[in-house]
């Protein structure tokens, strides 16, 4: 469980982020719409490289609202999952 959250793509993405926008400024400020291929609104987020050994890679353009909705709240459940294993393994 642990190790296919650290695997999963939201995890990656989420790490490559938050070391990123420590040195860059990837949401832009003007609200977008977008119409072809996937609609959307709201603020996105640049697409952006990251060099890491576990969670490098090239990611790409993603809106605000699937990062911190869609993204986020994957990786805080299974890090409750993979906590609550841990507890009932230790127990």
Same mark, same amino acid.
């Given at each position: 469980?642990?190790? @296919?959250?650290?695997?999963?793509?939201? =995890?990656?993405?989420?790490? @490559?982020?938050?070391? =990123?926008?420590?040195?860059?400024r %990837?949401?832009? @400020?003007?609200?977008?719409?977008?119409f072809?291929? @996937?609609?959307g609104? &709201?603020?996105?987020?640049?697409?952006?490289?990251?060099?890491?050994? =576990?969670? &490098?890679?090239? $990611?790409?353009e993603?809106?605000?609202?699937d $990062?911190?909705?869609?993204?986020?709240?994957?990786?805080?459940?299974? %890090?409750v999952?993979? &906590?609550?294993?841990?507890?009932?393994l230790?127990?």
């Amino acid at each position: 469980m642990a190790d @296919a959250l650290h695997k999963a793509p939201q =995890t990656a993405y989420l790490c @490559a982020y938050v070391n =990123t926008v420590k040195h860059r400024r %990837l949401i832009r @400020a003007r609200p977008s719409v977008r119409f072809e291929d @996937a609609p959307g609104h &709201g603020l996105r987020i640049k697409a952006f490289n990251y060099d890491s050994k =576990t969670h &490098g890679g090239k $990611f790409p353009e993603k809106w605000v609202h699937d $990062f911190l909705f869609e993204d986020n709240v994957y990786v805080l459940q299974n %890090l409750v999952r993979t &906590g609550n294993a841990l507890s009932r393994l230790l127990r």
